[in-house]
């Protein structure tokens, strides 16, 4: 077994026991070996796949509306899925079931400290 073999499961582990606060450079820092690079650019392909007012939501004062996993795959495709399930080490499914359950406080934490911007979609402004 080589020692990345199990990559994917540690990370998954590492996300569930840190603070929101490390989560945008736990992310990111899988992102950088993807086609994305960081999470600016999972950000704003999630906005051009359709959930800009979903993405909105998790930077705004209102509650942060969920997103499904299907909802990440319509909306990055699934050849960009496959990419990030090879950087993160895991299965397409069990990448996007991370990434749903993780985005919305995440981009929020990387909003906050500007790490990442939202940009407001022309009907929500």
């Given at each position: 077994?080589?020692?990345?073999?199990?990559?994917?499961?540690t990370?998954?582990?590492?996300?569930?026991?840190?603070?929101?606060?490390?989560?945008?450079?736990?992310?990111?820092?899988?992102?950088?070996?993807?086609?994305?690079?960081?999470?600016?650019?999972?950000?704003?392909?999630?906005?051009?796949?359709?959930?800009?007012?979903?993405?909105?939501?998790?930077?705004?004062?209102?509650?942060?509306s969920?997103?499904?996993?299907?909802?990440?795959?319509?909306?990055?495709g699934?050849?960009?899925?496959?990419?990030?399930?090879?950087?993160?080490?895991?299965?397409?499914?069990?990448?996007?079931?991370?990434?749903?359950?993780?985005?919305?406080?995440?981009?929020?934490?990387?909003?906050?400290?500007?790490l990442?911007?939202?940009?407001?979609?022309?009907?929500?402004?």
């Open positions: 077994m080589e020692l990345f073999d199990d990559f994917g499961s990370f998954v582990g590492l996300v569930g026991q840190v603070q929101a606060s490390a989560l945008p450079q736990l992310l990111g820092a899988v992102l950088k070996k993807s086609e994305f690079g960081d999470l600016q650019t999972l950000v704003n392909r999630l906005q051009q796949g359709g959930l800009t007012q979903r993405v909105e939501s998790w930077v705004g004062q209102q509650p942060a969920p997103v499904s996993s299907s909802e990440i795959i319509d909306a990055l699934k050849d960009q899925v496959d990419g990030l399930s090879q950087a993160f080490g895991l299965t397409p499914q069990s990448t996007v079931t991370l990434l749903a359950s993780n985005l919305p406080k995440t981009v929020s934490e990387a909003s906050r400290i500007g990442v911007k939202v940009h407001a979609s022309p009907m929500s402004a």
